[in-house]
């Protein structure tokens, strides 16, 4: 493949434009946490699994107000069950994952809403060296595509593997769920609840909605697994979870009480240093093809 030093040189100034803009955002990087509101009073939604039907109306209403184009269905061999893929993908907000449990001895469907879990101490909003990721006052945790020059930290940080990138499109952003806070501002309720027929979803004040989960398990003996997912993994976030079974079993992934962001800031500390290392070795490389391109030139001429 022959090698052009237009782009060697093109190469070299965006890894240096990289490694300054990082450089210099990186000791601004403070804790994500928003202390506005208190995390009790900020805006939450309960998902009880043991409702849900799977009908995927939430889907397609996220897609409608969102206008996002591709289709709400999810093909049943793509389907990953009891898998922690959340099946979402840039043009998918949300989707609906389907786990196989067994129940008494018998196999049972478990319908799982899966989207951004708007975290208190959001990992995306410390790895973002722009701040194009901001945690709200209110709780949403959205995207300022403004501000993004594309280096998708957010996903790598995200212990949910949420954010997604468009990566079929000529202009690429980083796409996840907003917890519809263009909606919020105005008073409304996020498009997603209120098309659910079953009233799987709850919207409120997450200390509300905490102790409205409680209520339910304790209401219900035997119902529920005893345990509210969302309400301390990794210092709480926007979406918990009530289930029948153990939520390992349809897909969550076990976390501790301590925020990401922590170890997060000590992870950002160290890209500076690799960036100015690449655009060091871009340099090289410019220089050293640069020379053979001209040697070869002399050799040509004589």
């Given at each position: 493949m022959e090698i052009k030093r237009r782009d060697f040189l093109k190469l070299s100034a965006v890894s240096a434009g990289s490694a300054a803009v990082v450089a210099a955002a990186t000791p601004a990087l403070a804790s994500a946490k928003s202390e506005e509101i208190e995390h009790k009073d900020k805006a939450a939604m309960l998902v009880d699994t043991t409702i849900c039907i799977g009908c995927r109306a939430c889907v397609i209403a996220c897609k409608q107000w969102n206008h996002n184009s591709s289709s709400p269905y999810v093909d049943a061999d793509k389907v990953k069950y009891t898998s922690v893929t959340p099946l979402l993908d840039s043009n998918t907000f949300t989707n609906i994952r389907v786990s196989e449990v067994k129940e008494g001895g018998q196999p049972v469907w478990v319908y799982t809403k899966i989207q951004c879990m708007h975290c208190d101490e959001p990992?995306?909003?410390?790895?973002?060296?722009?701040?194009?990721?901001?945690?709200?006052?209110?709780?949403?945790?959205?995207?300022?595509?403004?501000?993004?020059?594309?280096?998708?930290?957010?996903?790598?940080?995200?212990?949910?593997?949420?954010?997604?990138?468009?990566?079929?499109?000529?202009?690429?952003?980083?796409?996840?769920?907003?917890?519809?806070?263009?909606?919020?501002?105005?008073?409304?309720?996020?498009?997603?609840?209120?098309?659910?027929?079953?009233?799987?979803?709850?919207?409120?004040?997450?200390?509300?909605?905490?102790?409205?989960?409680?209520?339910?398990?304790?209401?219900?003996?035997?119902?529920?697994?005893?345990?509210?997912?969302?309400?301390?993994?990794?210092?709480?976030?926007?979406?918990?979870?009530?289930a029948s079974v153990p939520f390992e079993e349809i897909g969550f992934t076990k976390f501790s009480s301590e925020p990401v962001p922590k170890n997060a800031e000590r992870a950002m500390k160290m890209v500076p240093p690799v960036l100015l290392g690449v655009a060091i070795a871009c340099t090289g490389l410019y220089w050293y093809v640069n020379r053979r391109e001209k040697n070869q030139a002399n050799k040509d001429a004589k």
């Amino acid at each position: 493949m022959e090698i052009k030093r237009r782009d060697f040189l093109k190469l070299s100034a965006v890894s240096a434009g990289s490694a300054a803009v990082v450089a210099a955002a990186t000791p601004a990087l403070a804790s994500a946490k928003s202390e506005e509101i208190e995390h009790k009073d900020k805006a939450a939604m309960l998902v009880d699994t043991t409702i849900c039907i799977g009908c995927r109306a939430c889907v397609i209403a996220c897609k409608q107000w969102n206008h996002n184009s591709s289709s709400p269905y999810v093909d049943a061999d793509k389907v990953k069950y009891t898998s922690v893929t959340p099946l979402l993908d840039s043009n998918t907000f949300t989707n609906i994952r389907v786990s196989e449990v067994k129940e008494g001895g018998q196999p049972v469907w478990v319908y799982t809403k899966i989207q951004c879990m708007h975290c208190d101490e959001p990992a995306c909003v410390t790895a973002c060296p722009i701040k194009a990721m901001r945690k709200t006052k209110e709780g949403p945790v959205i995207y300022d595509k403004t501000k993004c020059f594309g280096c998708r930290y957010c996903m790598v940080a995200c212990p949910f593997h949420i954010p997604e990138y468009e990566w079929d499109s000529t202009t690429p952003w980083v796409r996840k769920c907003t917890f519809c806070f263009d909606r919020q501002k105005n008073g409304l309720q996020p498009a997603c609840f209120g098309t659910c027929p079953t009233g799987a979803l709850k919207f409120g004040k997450r200390g509300d909605l905490i102790e409205v989960a409680r209520k339910r398990i304790a209401d219900n003996p035997g119902k529920y697994y005893d345990h509210i997912y969302g309400e301390k993994e990794l210092g709480g976030t926007s979406w918990i979870y009530l289930a029948s079974v153990p939520f390992e079993e349809i897909g969550f992934t076990k976390f501790s009480s301590e925020p990401v962001p922590k170890n997060a800031e000590r992870a950002m500390k160290m890209v500076p240093p690799v960036l100015l290392g690449v655009a060091i070795a871009c340099t090289g490389l410019y220089w050293y093809v640069n020379r053979r391109e001209k040697n070869q030139a002399n050799k040509d001429a004589k």
